[in-house]
């Protein structure tokens, strides 16, 4: 019980520690939003440029790619979610701070230490999750959707992709969350395996049936469009071979650690 730095506490003290961590975390997050909000535009020039990668590999005049909206307060609304959206990812260092000073004093030496590094490669999983996103699953999807076009002639009708902003901003929100989340399971999985829930035997005995867990599960978090389910499935199911060995690590790792307990005890018992 040393291990612990918690001491017991009326309830009111923790609520307001509670509160404290609260309104650090949204104090982070309103001043995030404050300059993201100043910076909307140009942010959302960034989010822009996958979608003129994806027009130069439909072979078209990038000069005329464009974006339109169709109310008046649509592409403002628009800035106020790419300003919200940005604000979350900067703040979140914050706010994982926070968290993590609510909850280790009533940890153990060794949880905080287990609970750690798990609390820094999250962020860096969603990150490698948005990047794939931003350099190649966004293109994709937008040229998937561009080569639909169809050029006046010989009767037919000019049909052409002209993407509303609110429209744009969703899909590549949707996106990256949608991987951002899958890049958890390596995470989640190494963690239940930590504690007892999971093995990696019963992981790798269920895999056919994740692997139809997994289009369903793009099919849900995707545009209903081949490209992105198909895009999104494929690394799901990559990222549950590496929590299948990640699982094994955690375990011959608590083996090591109980072999070498044993042989201690032996040997203590051997001087006796």
Not at 22 to 33: D, H, K, N, Q, T
Not at 134 to 154: D, E, K, R
């Amino acid at each position: 019980m040393s291990d612990i730095d918690d001491k017991p506490q009326p309830l009111v003290e923790h609520l307001v520690e509670l509160r404290s961590r609260l309104i650090w975390s949204l104090g982070a997050f309103f001043v995030a939003f404050i300059v993201c909000f100043f910076f909307a535009k140009h942010l959302f020039n960034l989010l822009v440029i996958p979608y003129k990668w994806a027009v130069i590999w439909a072979h078209l005049d990038v000069t005329k790619a464009e974006l339109i909206y169709t109310a008046p307060q649509e592409f403002f609304f628009t800035q106020v979610k790419v300003s919200m959206f940005c604000a979350m990812v900067v703040s979140f260092p914050v706010i994982a701070a926070q968290v993590y000073k609510f909850v280790a004093p009533g940890l153990y030496k060794n949880e905080r230490a287990a609970f750690l590094p798990f609390l820094i490669a999250s962020p860096v999983l969603f990150l490698m999750g948005a990047a794939l996103v931003y350099f190649f699953f966004t293109p994709m999807v937008m040229w998937f959707f561009l080569a639909m076009q169809q050029a006046p002639g010989q009767g037919d009708v000019a049909i052409s992709l002209m993407p509303k902003v609110s429209e744009y901003l969703s899909l590549i929100m949707s996106l990256v969350f949608a991987f951002g989340l899958v890049f958890q399971l390596p995470v989640v999985t190494t963690l239940l395996a930590r504690v007892g829930i999971l093995e990696s035997k019963w992981l790798a005995e269920k895999r056919k049936y994740f692997i139809v867990i997994a289009f369903i599960a793009a099919a849900i978090l995707t545009p209903p469009d081949p490209m992105s389910q198909i895009g999104l499935a494929l690394p799901t199911i990559l990222l549950y071979e590496v929590s299948i060995y990640a699982a094994k690590l955690v375990e011959r790792g608590r083996a090591k650690a109980a072999a070498s307990e044993g042989s201690s005890l032996t040997d203590v018992d051997a001087r006796d």
